[in-house]
């Protein structure tokens, strides 16, 4: 005699419903990863603002040192980079950054003014940050 299984009363694959189930699923974890990855690329590209503008600062400091003043407006960042041709020329010129150093992330340069508005007396170091406007609050600045 021939034992054979009883017949199953449900067949040994998935439904519809399950695989949608799932496939919901899968892709609300998904959805929520790539949100939370915006938000860490976003707060990356502000710290790393923050770090070239402290660069910046540094640079700006030793040229001081060298050439008792800060670079004017209109000889900007760029006397970091190369000697500037407008007065007052520098005693001692060295080159204190690369040129991939004066953008920001958004590969915007970043704005240098002396005298500065944030910091009167002195000089404003800024990224205008991801939406590249003035004086929003995704501003980047030295104060």
Not at 6 to 18: K, Q, V
Not at 117 to 139: C, I, M, Q, R, W
């Amino acid at each position: 005699m021939k034992h054979t299984a009883p017949p199953s009363p449900r067949p040994n694959a998935f439904t519809l419903l399950e695989m949608m189930i799932v496939l919901l699923i899968i892709a609300l974890i998904l959805g929520s990863v790539a949100i939370m990855v915006q938000g860490i690329e976003g707060n990356a590209q502000a710290v790393t603002t923050s770090g070239k503008i402290k660069a910046l600062e540094t640079a700006l400091v030793s040229y001081k040192i060298s050439n008792l003043v800060y670079p004017t407006q209109e000889q900007g960042l760029e006397a970091l980079v190369s000697p500037p041709r407008s007065e007052p020329k520098p005693r001692r010129w060295n080159q204190l950054i690369k040129t991939d150093g004066l953008l920001d992330p958004w590969g915007r340069k970043i704005a240098y003014r002396n005298p500065g508005k944030h910091n009167v007396g002195g000089y404003d170091v800024l990224s205008f940050g991801p939406d590249g406007l003035e004086g929003t609050a995704d501003d980047i600045g030295n104060w």
